[in-house]
């Protein structure tokens, strides 16, 4: 039942949503707030459970390989943990930022059923019940991005849909092939079984897709013409999250990744962190340089996995965690800015730490987490991997992260500098309103303390990822 509960609370809810969006607007928005909150709760209530992996059936099913598989474990409640709290504080910032625009109604129904489709995903057991919810969130994505519903906006809705459905068909073949190779499209009885290269080559480019990985990134740069709640969810909880996580789920969960994928998610992982570095280190638009920043530190997570050493896993567990945290402050932190300014163009601004010392305090602790600064929960995760990536013989790629590293620092301090130092601010504005300062606050103060914290946190990771290995 809290299985249920967990992915069917928010589906429900977003349809409640555009129930009470026709009597008032505060109805409305405490009906988004609540509904996450209890997905929230729900979650949080799986944690006795996931100590021990539990696989349950809804049903049974007529169709050939599928059925309403899910599994109650710790990889599953630790995304789902992180992926409702980050959301519930953007629905909470959204309440400021969005609060002067039309189609509110659709708004946040679309962001609560994005939510419930990224629950039932992660809980998922059966390939194609991930595959169903996958298609999900990339019909919220394609209309919160095109949100504004301008020509050039709709363009890159469209071209965000087209590229992750490409890879998501591609994914869909890949399951194909699993099912005809195995007789099985469970992930506890593909557990072990071999595959071949051509079924795992297309359920890589589906992920790969997903998260915005080399070549298939230009899509997520473009996705920042949304809303910037819109832009920190997709960031930092829940779209290209489940690229990461679909790759631990069934790459490491259940193929166990072999030597020679290793070599080829490293390769692309190191490519993906020079690319996005390089370009964010020219661009002017403060959130595409953001939106660049993604797929690049998110390719530090998948250097962590393809070491397939627990360290580098577990390194990759926690900066995915650090990443979301301070990501979400980021994105929210420039949309404050962007809000008052009525700009993203980073030579249009300057100075705005004057007017905005409280989100620019914000902007930069988020930064410091990002590029893996002591003590923040980045510097622990991005240790583990490059440290993971020497365990598991890799030493080349680890050296080449450490360099991207550097490149993060450099990008993130133009942005930084370009915005909000100089001796006057460019606008006459003032800090948002007191929810989005705080959600932000909250972001920069929660990815700071992950770090300082670290020690538990380690503690939970290591055990979901020995549960991960059996």
Not at 18 to 29: I, M, P, Q, S, Y
Not at 112 to 124: N, P
Not at 265 to 272: D, E, G
């Amino acid at each position: 039942m809290l299985a249920i509960a967990t992915f069917g609370i928010p589906i429900l809810g977003s349809l409640l949503t555009l129930l009470a969006d026709r009597v008032n607007n505060f109805l409305r928005n405490a009906v988004a707030a609540l509904t996450v909150a209890a997905t929230l709760a729900s979650a949080f209530l799986l944690i006795p459970i996931a100590k021990e992996a539990h696989t349950i059936m809804l049903g049974p099913s007529t169709i050939p390989g599928f059925g309403f598989n899910f599994i109650i474990d710790g990889l599953g409640v630790y995304v789902a943990i992180m992926a409702a709290f980050i959301g519930l504080l953007i629905v909470f910032y959204s309440m400021g930022y969005m609060q002067n625009y039309t189609h509110l109604g659709e708004y946040y129904f679309l962001v609560v059923l994005f939510i419930g489709a990224m629950m039932g995903l992660v809980l998922s057991a059966n390939l194609l019940l991930i595959y169903i919810f996958w298609e999900v969130t990339a019909i919220c994505s394609w209309r919160l991005i095109g949100f504004f519903r301008d020509p050039q906006h709709l363009k890159s809705a469209d071209t965000a849909l087209l590229m992750t459905v490409f890879g998501s068909f591609c994914m869909l073949v890949g399951m194909e092939m699993v099912w005809h190779e195995t007789g099985t499209l469970t992930i506890a009885a593909i557990r072990g079984r071999n595959v071949s290269d051509m079924a795992m080559l297309l359920m890589f480019i589906g992920i790969l897709a997903k998260s915005a990985q080399v070549p298939l990134q230009i899509w997520l740069p473009a996705a920042g013409v949304a809303p910037s709640p819109v832009t920190a969810l997709l960031h930092a909880a829940v779209l290209v999250v489940i690229g990461v996580f679909a790759f631990a789920r069934i790459f490491i969960g259940a193929f166990s990744l072999p030597p020679n994928w290793q070599t080829i998610t490293s390769v692309v992982a190191t490519i993906t962190i020079f690319v996005a570095s390089g370009a964010a280190l020219v661009e002017n638009n403060a959130k595409r340089i953001l939106a660049y920043s993604t797929f690049g530190q998110l390719a530090y997570v998948y250097l962590g996995f393809a070491s397939m050493t627990t360290v580098g896993i577990v390194g990759g567990l926690v900066f995915l965690l650090a990443h979301s945290l301070a990501k979400a402050g980021l994105f929210l932190a420039v949309g404050i800015v962007e809000h008052k300014t009525h700009t993203k163009d980073i030579r249009e601004l300057g100075g705005m730490i004057r007017v905005m010392p409280v989100t620019a305090v914000a902007f930069i602790l988020c930064a410091l987490t990002i590029i893996g600064f002591p003590p923040s929960a980045g510097f622990v995760g991005k240790f583990m991997i490059i440290l993971g990536a020497v365990e598991g013989g890799k030493t080349v790629f680890a050296a080449l992260a450490v360099f991207g590293a550097l490149m993060s620092i450099a990008y993130m301090i133009r942005l930084f500098n370009a915005v909000f130092l100089g001796p006057n601010p460019s606008h006459n504005v003032k800090e948002g309103t007191t929810g989005m300062v705080v959600t932000v606050t909250l972001f920069a103060v929660l990815s700071l303390l992950a770090g300082i914290i670290a020690a538990p946190l380690l503690d939970v990771v290591n055990a979901l990822v020995s549960q991960m290995f059996g």
